[in-house]
């Protein structure tokens, strides 16, 4: 019972099906790890509450629903899912088909009129990699994570991508674009920020003990992020930029979904034991950039 609406409430967030689309493998990975994460939560809330077997399945129900939520809420693609529906429906430069047309709720440029878009996006990847204009703003706070653009760079990705597309987007597709043009690891959030005239988000205002207190932390962050890829391997430098690609993981190591998903997961893991008490998405994020960069100069 506890495997099938598994099933059928995580149908319901996009955000969460793999790449290639929900294999049984991946099903026993999501049933696997609920049990592992809420089995003992959820027997004592049915034992305690639950009056009949109506009651238990409306109660496992929303306990898995719940679960879900969190996950799609913790991930990368959950959290620029919601940061792009927020730009794309506050800019004039897009607008969603309407009900009545084909591909309603799907998005495009405004009076474009054109069909669904159906085909492959390595070329939707290419137009969005072709922008070079991109600015990732510099982040002072060691509570909340950093953005991944900022607003004029998440306009211009999207209006190049659905222009390359010729047809309208669904929000999945633009959501997969973006996760290949900006890599996403260690769970980064798309968070709402006001900028500063010196390109520079805060929360608030530092005052000036503030701002020699961040520039100490960004230094600490940057010291800690390089010794962390010094102790990663070769291989783990390479994924730790596609760690969210599953597909590209896999064409990467040359194995199947299990054994990438595993090895993800492992990495993850080391990445978290290795920072330890240092600021995790200043560091995270640090650790991603350096990655990168080594990739590019290979």
Request: glycine share 8%; with cysteine.
């Amino acid at each position: 019972m506890v495997y099938k609406l598994l099933k059928e409430e995580a149908r319901r967030f996009p955000v969460l099906a793999p790449a290639a689309g929900w294999q049984p493998a991946d099903w026993e990975d999501l049933f696997g790890e609920f049990l592992e994460e809420r089995a003992e939560a959820v027997t004592s809330n049915l034992q305690s509450l639950a009056t009949d077997d109506a009651s238990m399945g409306r109660l496992l129900r929303r306990s898995i629903r719940n679960w879900l939520i969190d996950r799609a809420r913790e991930t990368g693609p959950g959290a620029l899912r919601r940061r792009l529906e927020e730009v794309l429906s506050a800019e004039p430069e897009f607008e969603q088909a309407p009900e009545g047309q084909p591909g309603a709720k799907r998005w495009r440029l405004p009076g474009s009129g054109w069909a669904p878009w159906s085909g492959d996006t390595a070329k939707l990847v290419e137009a969005a990699q072709a922008v070079s204009a991109v600015r990732i703003p510099k982040w002072s706070s060691t509570t909340r994570r950093g953005p991944i653009a900022d607003r004029a760079s998440i306009v211009a990705v999207a209006s190049a991508v659905l222009s390359a597309a010729g047809g309208s987007l669904e929000i999945a597709t633009l959501v997969e674009v973006f996760v290949a043009r900006f890599p996403i690891v260690l769970d980064p959030v798309i968070v709402g920020t006001d900028e500063g005239s010196d390109g520079i988000y805060r929360d608030t205002a530092l005052t000036p003990e503030e701002a020699v207190v961040a520039a100490e932390e960004e230094l600490d962050a940057a010291v800690t992020a390089a010794e962390i890829v010094g102790m990663l391997s070769p291989e783990e430098r390479r994924i730790v930029p596609i760690a969210d690609q599953q597909a590209m993981v896999r064409e990467l190591l040359g194995c199947g979904r299990s054994q990438a998903s595993l090895k993800v997961k492992r990495l993850r893991e080391r990445l978290r034991q290795l920072v330890g008490d240092h600021d995790v998405h200043g560091v995270g994020l640090e650790v991603i950039r350096l990655c990168s960069e080594a990739q590019q100069e290979e």
